[in-house]
């Protein structure tokens, strides 16, 4: 079955500065990589999601890559803010039915 | 309109006992999904339904763990003969189609502590 890895699972930024998340996939037939945020004690949160057919999509500070060949996708979140400090899970498709989750980065900004 | 809701919000029971933890989808979305979050890990995916059927159950880790459907709306996860590593916060979400393309939006969790 999929096997999605995270890295870093941790990661401190001063505020200001970008962050970046990388994860790689196992299954060539994933296609589709949402990234959720999750706050202490809330639910996960869809922030941005990327498909097989692009390479890069941006909503505001948030931006995703996505190498096919590679088999690795990654979040940058540029000017970081204090808000910003979460828990960022990354997933792949791996069937028509579940998502294969990452082990998560927890992301501090640093005021 | 209304999101994903589960009840209850904490469920503290003692190990042997047996639980159930319910689900409500955001209404027109065919899929649901359940997954466990042990502290500070990642989701686990347990169960997925589409409609009231479950095309997969891969996750349930054993068969003390058990869930169904009625029709396109509640579903209810039980655990039978509780044991201390049930203990984690169990999550639903839900999605319009039958893809996991589709976003899924999740609920804020039961979490449960076994004794």
Redo the contacts between chains.
């Keep these: 079955g999929e096997n999605v890895e995270q890295h870093p699972s941790t990661l401190s930024v001063q505020e200001g500065d970008s962050a970046v998340i990388k994860c790689t996939y196992s299954d060539s037939a994933s296609n589709y990589f949402p990234w959720y945020k999750q706050e202490l004690g809330k639910r996960p949160q869809l922030i941005i999601d990327i498909r097989s057919n692009v390479g890069e999509k941006k909503d505001q500070r948030i931006a995703v890559t996505l190498n096919k060949t590679a088999k690795h996708f990654s979040l940058h979140i540029t000017e970081t803010q204090p808000e910003d400090s979460a828990v960022y899970f990354c997933a792949a498709h791996r069937s028509a039915r579940q998502l294969t989750f990452g082990s998560g980065t927890q992301l501090t900004v640093l005021p | 309109g209304a999101g994903v809701s589960q009840s209850p919000s904490n469920k503290v029971t003692e190990k042997g006992k047996d639980v159930e933890l319910r689900c409500d989808p955001i209404s027109g979305h065919t899929a649901l999904?359940w997954?466990r979050q042990r502290l500070g890990?990642?989701?686990e995916?347990l169960i997925?339904f589409?409609g009231n059927s479950a095309?997969?159950k891969s996750?349930l880790p054993s068969d003390r763990f058990s869930a169904e459907r009625t029709g396109e709306s509640v579903s209810t996860l039980t655990i039978q003969r509780t044991q201390q590593e049930d203990s984690a916060v169990y999550?639903c979400a839900s999605s319009k189609g039958?893809?996991?393309?589709d976003?899924?939006?999740?609920?804020?969790?039961t979490r449960l502590t076994v004794l």
Excluded: N, S, V, W
């Design positions: 999904y997954y890990q990642g989701l995916f997925y589409q095309p997969d996750g999550l039958a893809g996991g393309t976003t899924q939006y999740f609920g804020p969790g």
